[in-house]
């Protein structure tokens, strides 16, 4: 599987945007996506994750109630939906795949897209 994150962007706090990760493979819809962030000096930290079917999904404590993870598995694509954008919120944003369960390490993740770059200003 191989990982594509667009979508990042400089934003005002308050702001919305919205990530996409376009997935090659046919076995997309089997896998379990994830969306992780790394920010400058820290180690990379789960967001949020979405079991292959869609019906299930998972978010840290951080950005629940503000993000949003969706995918569409006819597309291929998974996506982050995020409104209500801190300054904490700066990182780049690395979509993930797995086969299997749901689990917030980032080392349990197979397939990593090349991050995409998120900047919220105050």
């Known amino acids: 599987v191989q990982l594509q994150a667009s979508g990042g962007g400089l934003v005002q706090a308050g702001g919305s945007l919205r990530l996409s990760c376009a997935a090659s493979?046919?076995?997309?819809?089997?896998?379990?996506m994830g969306w992780f962030r790394q920010a400058p000096g820290k180690e990379r930290e789960f967001v949020a994750a979405?079991?292959?079917?869609?019906?299930?999904?998972y978010y840290a404590d951080s950005v629940k109630g503000r993000f949003t993870i969706s995918r569409d598995n006819a597309k291929n694509t998974v996506y982050l939906q995020m409104n209500s954008l801190k300054p904490e919120d700066t990182a780049v944003y690395y979509c993930?795949?797995?086969?299997?369960?749901?689990?917030?390490?980032?080392?349990?993740?197979?397939?990593w897209g090349q991050g995409t770059l998120v900047t919220v200003s105050s």
């Open positions: 493979g046919r076995t997309f819809s089997s896998y379990t």
């Open positions: 979405i079991r292959w079917s869609g019906s299930t999904t």
């Open positions: 993930a795949a797995k086969s299997g369960s749901y689990y917030q390490s980032p080392i349990r993740y197979d397939y």
